[in-house]
Nanobody, 126 residues
């Protein structure tokens, strides 16, 4: 069982930066791949980034590649999403999530993730 709590969202101007954090409970956090998703009003939840259990492999949606960086600190049971060069289109509620154990490569589909945080709002003004 994994419980996830996101933080770090807020209001930022276009071109600015934010760093989201996702704190996880449970002693097995380091065994899980982790993902970040986002959902804008009226839109489906979409994949943003994912990281392997070791942190050695990272994956990004094309829309954020080169601007966002996912990382993790297994000693702190925390995964991060550094967001730079933010755009108004990045406005959404951001969720961290964990799939079941056993994925060699973290999935990109939201329905393959079992554990979700409550989300944190990111608003980018133009």
């Amino acid at each position: 069982q994994v419980q996830l709590v996101e933080s770090g969202g807020g209001l930022v101007q276009a071109g600015g930066s934010l760093r989201l954090s996702c704190a996880a409970s449970g002693r097995t956090f380091s065994s899980y791949s982790m993902g970040w998703f986002r959902q804008a009003p009226g839109k489906e939840r979409e994949f943003v980034a994912a990281i392997s259990w070791s942190g050695g492999s990272t994956y990004y949606a094309d829309s954020v590649k080169g601007r966002f960086t996912i990382s993790r600190d297994n000693a702190k049971n925390t995964v991060y999403l550094q967001m730079n060069s933010l755009k108004p289109d990045d406005t959404a509620v951001y969720f961290c999530a964990a799939p079941p154990l056993g994925y060699i490569r973290p999935p990109r589909r939201a329905n393959e993730y079992h554990y979700w945080g409550q989300g944190t709002q990111v608003t980018v003004s133009s």
